[in-house]
């Protein structure tokens, strides 16, 4: 007898992802993930882009995830963007079923789009769709050259790639 585990668990997770989906899609919102290991500048880039997305007249909500703390929450709270803080306790990545039970927390007839700041982290994030309709891998120039190739699915997993930290390069 064979058990597939992590199978099940995608499984289950891709149907919530799809629920998610709809959900955002009925009310227009669209949600982009944002994934990169930590100290990346995740929440830097969120919070630049949030300015970008202000100017166009765009309304944003950002959904952060840390294991733990209420740090980058706070940053974003003081742009006076919603924001909700999840804190995985441990947990590696966020799973669909967290971001079904938080949007009811925004009122999705005002967003235009919602933010998710994945945990620091270049190997399970990927594995885990979301709702989103964007995957961005965040990549620190600091962390090296070799991410790429020792992480790959994160990297072929996204839909854009972001350098950060370039002022670094020698």
Not at 39 to 58: H, Q, R, S
Not at 68 to 73: P, V
Not at 125 to 151: C, N, R, T, W
């Amino acid at each position: 007898m064979e058990i597939k585990v992590v199978r099940q668990i995608l499984e289950w997770n891709e149907d919530c992802h799809k629920e998610v989906q709809e959900e955002l899609n009925e009310n227009n919102v669209k949600m982009i993930n944002i994934m990169g290991s930590p100290g990346a500048g995740k929440t830097t880039f969120i919070l630049n882009l949030i300015d970008e997305l202000k100017e166009m007249g765009l309304n944003v909500a950002v959904i952060e995830g840390d294991i733990e703390g209420t740090i980058d929450a706070k940053k974003i709270q003081d742009k006076g963007i919603p924001v909700v803080q999840l804190n995985t306790k441990g947990a590696c990545h966020i799973e669909a079923m967290s971001i079904k039970n938080i949007i009811h927390e925004f009122n999705l007839n005002d967003l235009d789009l919602i933010i998710v700041e994945n945990i620091g982290n270049l190997v399970c994030p990927a594995e885990f769709d979301i709702g989103e309709v964007v995957k961005v891998a965040l990549l620190s120039i600091p962390e090296g050259d070799d991410k790429v190739v020792k992480y790959p699915l994160m990297f072929s997993k996204a839909d854009a790639l972001i350098l950060t930290k370039y002022d670094m390069i020698k």
